[in-house]
């Protein structure tokens, strides 16, 4: 799964630079600069959720909790037995 998300992610920022790119080089039309810019957002917007997750994945697996599970890494109420 981290491969999916992390080729998701891969793939999304490559395509954010591309619109970048676009926009700064070529003399792009009002609507087409409309459109790149939308779809540049978005794929910004999903790379910032796609960054959360992966640091939410990294703070749950520093704190024990691997499977990402809250309760699984406070200890037992028979553990003073």
């Not at 409309?34 to 992966?54: D, I, N, S, T, Y």
């Not at 640091?55 to 037992?76: E, F, K």
């Amino acid at each position: 799964m981290a491969t999916s998300v992390s080729g998701d992610f891969e793939a999304s920022l490559g395509r954010l630079e591309e619109i970048v790119q676009k926009l700064e080089r070529e003399n792009v039309g009002l609507d087409e600069s409309v459109m790149l810019f939308r779809e540049g957002k978005g794929l910004a917007q999903k790379c910032e959720r796609l960054l959360k997750e992966a640091q939410a994945s990294i703070d749950a697996a520093t704190r024990g909790d691997v499977d990402g599970d809250v309760a699984s890494s406070q200890p037992d109420d028979d553990s003073d037995l």
